[in-house]
Nanobody
Framework: EVQLQASGGGLVQAGGSLTLSCAASGFTFDDYVLGWFRQAPGREREGVSCIRISDGTTYWEDFAEGRFTISSDSAKNTVYLTMNNLKPEDTAVYYC??????????????WGYGMDYWGEGTLVTVSS
């Protein structure tokens, strides 16, 4: 059974940090691109960042650059999203997802409907 189990969300003050984790099972971790989407209340889902597990290549959206870091641990089949200098506008439910056949990592934010697997979300709330 395929599972993507996201964790690490919570309430944090603006300027604070959180690290989200996504533990994967049921598929060959190293063959996939994994990453994160988020959806804020009343807004559409948007891509955040992704990583190609096989070579560690990463991609992130402009709003995440310099603040968010994505990483992976193949020994644990886990992907992490470390978020620093959080802002109230980062408040959202964060979803982990995995896809095998994405042509370019820069297409991540448009590839939502093409994901092979989704995890349940984890809520991040940033207070001002």
């Amino acid at each position: 059974e395929v599972q993507l189990q996201a964790s690490g969300g919570g309430l944090v003050q603006a300027g604070g940090s959180l690290t989200l984790s996504c533990a994967a099972s049921g598929f060959t971790f190293d063959d996939y691109v994994l990453g994160w989407f988020r959806q804020a209340p009343g807004r559409e889902r948007e891509g955040v960042s992704c990583i190609r597990i096989s070579d560690g290549t990463t991609y992130w959206e402009d709003f995440a650059e310099g603040r968010f870091t994505i990483s992976s641990d193949s020994a644990k089949n886990t992907v992490y999203l470390t978020m620093n200098n959080l802002k109230p506008e980062d408040t959202a439910v964060y979803y982990c997802a995995a896809v095998q056949g994405i042509p370019q990592l820069s297409m991540w934010k448009w590839w939502g409907y093409g994901m092979d697997y989704w995890g349940e979300g984890t809520l991040v709330t940033v207070s001002s």
